[in-house]
């Protein structure tokens, strides 16, 4: 598991870091404004992806994982899925067509950005069958396939970006950079199960590439991850209807350091749920819970130092990587923390309830938190600006957070014990205010390093003695053998 692991940190650290890194080459080259025009167009394709998948990428990983040795099985549910989330994505592209010149001009007054949607819309298809394979490799375990897939788009994306860009192209350059590779790429995934698509479909199947199961299955999905898109992108989506993309830029600045806080859960989610799949399917409640656990407490080691860390150097950090005129979002970044040190420990088995079956919970729970963080945004927006809309977010992601835990236990049975992370994240909390209040925060890199270290040494010290033993005695194996290796 820990190779896997390995392999599915690569696969989202590359997509992760390219998005990161284009995101500051934007910032640096073209400017705030532009940076916005950027993350609006990002906003609107995201949305119109999942919609047009129809749950497709989940329904893979989910099926695939249950899923017996049988080729053939394989490639109807595979078939089904790519029909699927073809046709959805094209009903999709043409209503955001549709829908480009009212968006920009009536939504966000933006006139540029009916443009870079119409371009959105042209991709959609292929970045839709990329996502139905992805989730099928997940489902399989094949991370090294999926690994390679996920770098190959992401050098792309990067490397038709920056000759855009420095071609002259500006913002539409960098739409174009990131759209073309992916829906190339989308279509080229396909190499990577030529297995399967390249079977015969049985004679007692009328129609192959239509699966009901699959289709109710992931519209549920789809429901679930609309509703956490509305969440998701609320404060983006406000801060460009109440303010400026002056505004949405330096915001999106602050989510690009949002986003290295939940790697580390995304990458464990990756490897974590079709094994959790497979678990629920063979009634094993007893590993289960034990693999919730332990992915839980194995992730918080990384992420509660890291958004403590980021909460107290935001105005070092954001200077270095974007420039000096991002600074600004340094309050705005010291607000998300909490909430994202809570989502990003939690990511790593978010998708416990979907992938168990119980999507219909999953998307009432959804549905709380976004009405929920509609208002909030709504009130906090036009009072504090982007700070009103990093608490928004905050209290939202702590409020979905503890509802799934709460119908995890309800409807699986497995308890999860908080205590020991609740009072970790309690202290960090108060040192942490206790440092902004007095103006003492970390002033270098090096100081910030400092205190990631020490976060992390109370993060450690607080978890199970089992698991610290563990982690102990792994290191000590690893010491020995590189030891033995040198004196060789």
Known sequence: MLSEYWRAC??????????????????????????????????????????????????????????????????????????????????????????????ALSLFEVEDLAQLLYLAAIALPGAAIGKVVLGFLNGQQRMGTFMTLSAAQSVAIVACTVALVEKGYGATGAILGLLIPAAVAGFASLIAVRRETGQEPRKATAFPFFSPTLLRYGALVTLTNSVGLVQGYTDTVMIGAFLSETEVGLYAAATVLLQLVLFPGNAARLVATPRIAALWSREEAASLQHLIEHTLSAVAVITVPSAFTIALGGTVLLPIIFGAPFSAAGRAIALLMPGAAAMATWAAVGATLGITGHVQMAFRLSLVSAAANIPLNAILIPQFGIAGAALATTVSLLGACIMEAYAIHKRLGIGISWRRPLAAGAVLIAVAAWLLATGRQPGTLSECALWWFAAAGLCFAMQPAAMRSAVIARLRAWLKARTSYDSG
């Open 10 to 103: 690569i696969s989202l650290l590359l997509p992760a870091a390219a998005h990161a890194l284009l995101r500051v080459y934007v910032a640096q080259r073209l400017g705030e404004d532009a940076l916005g025009l950027y993350s609006l167009t990002w906003t609107a394709y995201s949305c119109a992806l999942t919609f047009g998948v129809v749950g497709a990428g989940v329904s893979m990983t989910r099926y695939a994982a249950q899923l017996t040795v049988s080729v053939q099985r394989r490639s109807r549910v595979l078939s089904a899925g790519l029909f699927q989330a073809f046709a959805g994505s094209l009903l999709v592209a043409m209503v955001l067509s549709l829908l480009a010149r009212p968006i």
